[in-house]
């Protein structure tokens, strides 16, 4: 395993200087600094410096690819980065590529105040939607973030606090009519925003899912539907072509709550747990 993952032996790069977390909330990083974060050469395994993100654990990541851009989103304690995605260049006759994949950072934003820990991409809007909570409260919030890359800024559009655990948030731009919205878990309820006008002054819909917490959403990307998971193990299925009011599909299996969901296709559903358990559904089958 070391083996793979061994990087290029090189010198250490120098300590790039602290960087500035500014006096306002979404305080750019200064350019200067930003530039001082030059990552290592790799063999398998590319490696950020840590600097970017304070030396703080990153609690999400998201890949868009809009536009022609291919960026990664990353959010820890203090900062919203956005990562350039660079492919390999191809290898001429005779030559080895002249460069390898890497990412680079293109801007870098101190979210001082807000704590993001989940992030969807409404590409309609060109926006980011981060659900959160603010920090010295701990009241959550949720967040939408301009995504527009002609603008340098990635400071908070408007800022929705709704008085209750919100901790996932899943975009529906996928789903036909609802190109334009997320929907956001609070507490047992899933609550529908349209944001297409950069806030959360226009909620759709909401409804109670679960008797406990959700603790996932996912959208399927060739259905209209909606899944959620919930502290208790629970999977839901939710058609969202009317406002929902009954789960379409329910599945019970896990003993505790559900970590992720991935669908592969129409009748292939993937659920992981925290009770250690990876689960691979057929649909088709009502047994």
Same mark, same amino acid.
């Given at each position: 395993?070391? #083996?793979?993952?061994?990087?290029?032996?090189?010198?250490?790069?120098p +300590?790039?200087?602290?960087?500035?977390?500014?006096?306002?909330?979404f305080?750019?990083?200064p350019?200067? &600094?930003?530039?001082?974060?030059?990552?290592g050469?790799?063999?398998?395994?590319?490696?950020?410096?840590?600097?970017?993100?304070?030396?703080?654990? $990153?609690h999400?990541?998201?890949?868009?690819e809009?536009?022609?851009?291919?960026?990664?989103?990353?959010?820890?304690?203090?900062?919203?980065?956005?990562?350039? /995605?660079?492919?390999a260049?191809?290898? *001429?006759?005779?030559?080895?590529?002249?460069?390898?994949?890497?990412? !680079?950072l293109?801007?870098? &934003?101190? +979210?001082t105040?807000?704590?993001?820990f989940?992030? /969807?991409?409404?590409?309609?809007?060109?926006?980011?939607?981060?659900a959160?909570?603010? *920090?010295?409260? &701990?009241?959550?919030?949720?967040l939408?973030?301009s995504?527009?890359?002609?603008?340098?800024?990635?400071?908070?559009?408007?800022?929705? #606090?709704?008085?209750?655990?919100?901790?996932?948030?899943?975009?529906?731009?996928?789903?036909?009519?609802?190109? +334009? /919205?997320?929907?956001?878990?609070?507490?047992? !309820?899933?609550?529908?925003?349209?944001?297409?006008?950069?806030?959360?002054s226009?909620?759709?819909?909401?409804?109670?899912?679960?008797?406990?917490?959700? +603790?996932?959403?996912?959208?399927?990307?060739?259905?209209?539907?909606?899944?959620?998971?919930?502290?208790?193990?629970?999977? /839901?299925f939710?058609?969202?072509? *009317?406002?929902?009011?009954?789960?379409?599909?329910?599945?019970?299996?896990?003993?505790?709550? $559900?970590t992720?969901l991935?669908? &592969?296709?129409?009748h292939?559903?993937?659920?992981?747990?925290?009770?250690?358990?990876?689960?691979?559904?057929?649909?088709?089958?009502?047994?």
């Open positions: 395993i070391r #083996a793979f993952l061994a990087a290029d032996t090189a010198p250490a790069a +300590t790039p200087p602290p960087i500035s977390r500014g006096g306002g909330k305080a750019p990083i350019k200067d &600094q930003v530039k001082a974060m030059v990552p050469k790799w063999k398998r395994v590319f490696t950020t410096d840590s600097v970017a993100h304070d030396s703080d654990a $990153v999400s990541i998201l890949f868009v809009d536009e022609g851009h291919d960026t990664l989103y990353s959010t820890s304690p203090g900062f919203l980065n956005s990562w350039k /995605c660079a492919q260049s191809k290898p *001429t006759k005779g030559k080895k590529a002249k460069s390898e994949p890497h990412l !680079s293109s801007h870098g &934003q101190s +979210t105040g807000y704590r993001i989940s992030l /969807c991409h409404v590409p309609e809007a060109k926006l980011l939607i981060g959160g909570v603010e *920090t010295s409260s &701990q009241t959550p919030a949720l939408s973030i995504a527009d890359h002609s603008s340098n800024y990635l400071g908070p559009k408007d800022v929705r #606090a709704p008085g209750a655990v919100s901790m996932k948030v899943e975009s529906l731009h996928t789903l036909q009519s609802l190109s +334009t /919205c997320v929907a956001t878990s609070v507490n047992g !309820s899933i609550t529908v925003f349209d944001v297409a006008k950069g806030d959360f226009v909620q759709k819909t909401t409804w109670t899912a679960h008797t406990k917490f959700l +603790t996932c959403l996912r959208a399927a990307t060739d259905q209209v539907q909606l899944l959620s998971g919930s502290q208790t193990g629970e999977i /839901c939710w058609d969202m072509r *009317t406002p929902p009011s009954n789960a379409t599909i329910e599945l019970l299996y896990h003993t505790r709550l $559900v992720d991935q669908l &592969q296709n129409s292939t559903l993937y659920s992981s747990s925290a009770d250690g358990s990876v689960l691979h559904w057929d649909l088709r089958s009502t047994k």
